[in-house]
C-alpha cells in the first residue's frame, strides 16, 4: 500500500501537533518495511528526518505559502502520487483533497473553545477540520478525553475515533552532567530556585491565573526566592499576558524565554524544582509528561485529559483557583518528602508512554483501511 503523510507543519516551530507529526514520521519510517510511505514537506525536509530518505520518498512544496500548499499542492501531489491512504497529522485536508484519508485531531479545541482562537483558527481551521472529521475514513486521537469531546462537539461516532495516545522524545530525561546545567543556567541567567511553566503564551493555557497565583504566593510567605520561569513561543492573545505582568508589578520575578530547542529545554526542566501547568484545555499534555521524565515534580489541572495521563504522579488543582494554585506550589516547596516521591512517580509514570507502541497502533490502522 501507497501511504502519503502530510508533514508540512513541520517548517514551523516544533509545539504539540509539529512534535506529535514529527516523532510519528520517525518512527513509522522506522518499524513498517511492507508498506510505501511518501513525506509531504514544505520549504524543507526537517533536518532530523533527512537520514531517514532512503525509507520513503520525500516531496517538497515549491511555493512556501501554507494555504497553496495545503488547498493547492497537496491535493494535486496525492493525485499524482496515486496515494492509497492519506494521513493528516496536524493540520486539516484540504477542500480538493481525496476522500481516503484519516484525519488526526489531537482535541476538540476549535468547536469547544472558539473564543480562544486567533481569527486563522476560526475562520480557517475549524471550518476545515469540520469538513475533514465528516469526510475521514478514521479520525485519530492521543487520549480518551479527547475522543469523547470530538465524538460530542464535532458530532461524530464516537466509533470512528480512535484513540492512540502519544509519548515524549527520549532526550527528555535526567541530566546528571553538571557543567551542561550549569551552561545552560547562565545562558538563560536563571536563579537558584525557580517554578517553571512550559506552554505558547494563549489565552488557553490559563498564565493569567498562574501569574494571579504566583502573586498571592510571594504575599502570603516572603521567605520564598522562587522565580517564575515561562517557556514557550509568543502566541495569540500574548500581549494580554504581557500587561498583566505589569499591572501585577512582576517584572522582576518573572523569566520570560520564548521558544527553546530541546537541548535547552530538558536542562530547565532539570533545573527547576517546581513545574505548574494550569491549562484549561489539553488534547493530551506533553509539558507534564516532559517534566516528570526528568524528574521535576508536577502541579497540573484536574481538567481534560491532564489526569488521565498524569494520575497519581503529580499534584491536581482547579485551575480556576487561584488560592488553591498558590497554596499547593507552597505546600510542594516547603515539603521536600512529598517532592522526592512525585519525583518518583512521575519518572515512572513518563515510562509508560512510548512512541513506538503509537506508531505499531497507527500502523495497524493504515493496515485495517487497505
Keep these: 500500500m501507497k501511504i502519503g503523510i502530510d508533514s508540512t507543519s513541520l517548517c514551523r516551530k516544533i509545539t504539540g501537533i509539529e512534535y506529535y507529526t514529527f516523532n510519528l514520521v520517525k518512527n513509522i519510517l522506522k518499524i513498517d518495511k511492507k508498506n510505501k510511505y511518501i513525506v509531504f514537506f514544505r520549504k524543507e525536509i526537517h533536518p532530523e528526518l533527512v537520514k531517514l530518505k532512503n525509507k520513503a520518498k520525500f516531496l517538497i512544496c515549491p511555493i512556501n505559502n501554507q494555504i497553496y500548499c495545503e488547498q493547492i499542492w497537496l491535493p494535486y501531489a496525492i493525485r499524482k502520487e496515486s496515494i492509497d491512504l492519506m494521513h493528516f497529522p496536524a493540520f486539516p485536508p484540504g477542500i480538493l483533497s481525496e476522500k481516503n484519508f484519516v484525519f488526526?485531531?489531537?482535541?476538540?479545541?476549535?468547536?469547544?473553545?472558539?473564543?480562544?482562537?486567533?481569527?486563522?483558527?476560526?475562520?480557517?481551521?475549524?471550518p476545515l477540520s469540520s469538513i475533514g472529521t465528516k469526510r475521514a475514513k478514521k479520525i485519530l486521537t492521543v487520549s480518551e478525553n479527547s475522543k469523547k469531546d470530538i465524538s460530542k462537539f464535532a458530532n461524530i461516532p464516537i466509533n470512528k475515533i480512535i484513540n492512540t495516545y502519544e509519548s515524549i522524545k527520549e532526550k527528555f530525561r535526567i541530566i546528571e552532567e553538571r557543567e551542561i546545567l550549569d551552561n545552560v543556567r547562565k545562558k538563560y541567567n536563571l536563579p537558584d530556585q525557580y517554578i517553571l511553566s512550559v506552554c505558547s503564551l494563549e489565552p488557553r493555557k490559563n498564565l493569567i491565573i498562574l501569574l494571579?497565583?504566583?502573586?498571592?504566593?510571594?504575599?502570603?510567605?516572603?521567605?520564598?526566592?522562587?522565580?517564575l520561569v515561562l517557556v514557550g513561543r509568543?502566541?495569540?492573545?500574548?500581549?494580554?499576558?504581557?500587561?498583566?505582568?505589569?499591572?501585577?508589578k512582576l517584572e522582576n520575578e518573572i523569566i520570560i524565554t520564548g521558544y527553546l530547542p530541546d537541548e535547552d529545554l530538558v536542562c530547565l526542566y532539570n533545573l527547576a524544582e517546581i513545574f505548574v501547568f494550569p491549562s484549561i484545555y489539553e488534547g493530551f499534555g506533553l509539558p507534564p509528561l516532559e517534566a516528570m521524565a526528568c524528574g521535576t515534580p508536577v502541579i497540573y489541572s484536574n481538567t481534560s485529559s491532564l489526569p488521565e495521563v498524569i494520575g497519581n504522579a503529580g499534584l491536581m488543582i482547579d485551575p480556576y483557583n487561584i488560592q488553591e494554585i498558590a497554596m499547593t506550589i507552597k505546600t510542594l516547596i516547603q515539603d521536600p518528602k512529598l517532592r522526592e516521591k512525585l519525583i518518583k512517580l512521575g519518572i515512572?509514570?513518563?515510562?509508560?508512554?512510548?512512541?513506538?507502541?503509537?506508531a505499531k497502533k497507527v500502523i495497524n490502522i493504515y493496515q485495517s483501511l487497505r
Design 348 to 358: 515512572e509514570r513518563a515510562k509508560l508512554f512510548s512512541w513506538e507502541d503509537v
Design 212 to 227: 494571579k497565583a504566583y502573586k498571592l504566593l510571594k504575599e502570603s510567605d516572603p521567605k520564598i526566592r522562587h522565580k
Design 234 to 248: 509568543k502566541a495569540w492573545g500574548k500581549n494580554i499576558i504581557f500587561n498583566r505582568i505589569k499591572e501585577l
Design 104 to 126: 488526526t485531531i489531537h482535541d476538540a479545541t476549535i468547536w469547544k473553545y472558539s473564543n480562544t482562537l486567533s481569527w486563522k483558527g476560526r475562520f480557517y481551521m475549524r
